[in-house]
């Protein structure tokens, strides 16, 4: 390539890493962050605190950046999830869905986020760790571009996939649920 498809190279390539590096901060913060009542109360906390000019607690501020950085990364899956062109409302709405759902609302449990997350997070991954040796050929193959960054290959985590634990089924019955069939059957007789 000539070196100016070069530099355009090297700009996707660090957007496309500075997409994983986020999302990859996203999914490893989603671990400090409370979801239902205690997550609200964090929240308010965090505004009251905000309001009189107060530190936040570590907890608080991982609660603040999570929100944000999960508004942050709509745009860079937007392409993925719902193709190219402008984002609207609507979309927005449907892309947060697909994201696990907003972090700010009381019902969104943060570990379905993080699983949520952890998936775009391994498909962006692994696209590109693919597409990353093709940028590093290109850059080693001219002089001039030698100057632009080498970019490294990211790890890509082992996230969950509870769909496919529900269809496995158990490897045993619950022993609690043993129990209430015994107590249940005791009454019978």
Known sequence: LKLGDVKKLADETRTQSR???????????????EGGFAGLGTSISAKAKTLFGK??????????????????????????VLGPGVMTEQ?????????????????????????????????????YNTDLPFYQRQR????????????KTVEVPEVRDPASEVLAGPDKPSP??????????KGQQ
């Open 19 to 33: 997409g994983v590096k986020t999302l990859g901060k996203l999914y490893r913060d989603l671990d400090a962050v």
């Open 140 to 151: 080693a193959l001219s002089t001039s571009a030698s100057k632009l960054p080498n970019f």
């Open 91 to 127: 979309d927005a709405e449907r892309l947060i869905i697909y994201l696990g759902g907003d972090l700010r609302n009381l019902t969104t449990d943060p570990e379905t986020v993080k699983l949520a997350i952890g998936k775009v997070l391994r498909d962006k991954a692994n696209d």
């Open 176 to 185: 609690n649920v043993d129990a209430l069939v015994d107590s249940y059957l």
């Open 55 to 80: 530190d936040l607690s570590p907890k608080e501020m991982a609660r603040q950046l999570a929100i944000g950085m999960q508004q942050g990364i709509l745009g860079q899956v937007r392409v993925d």
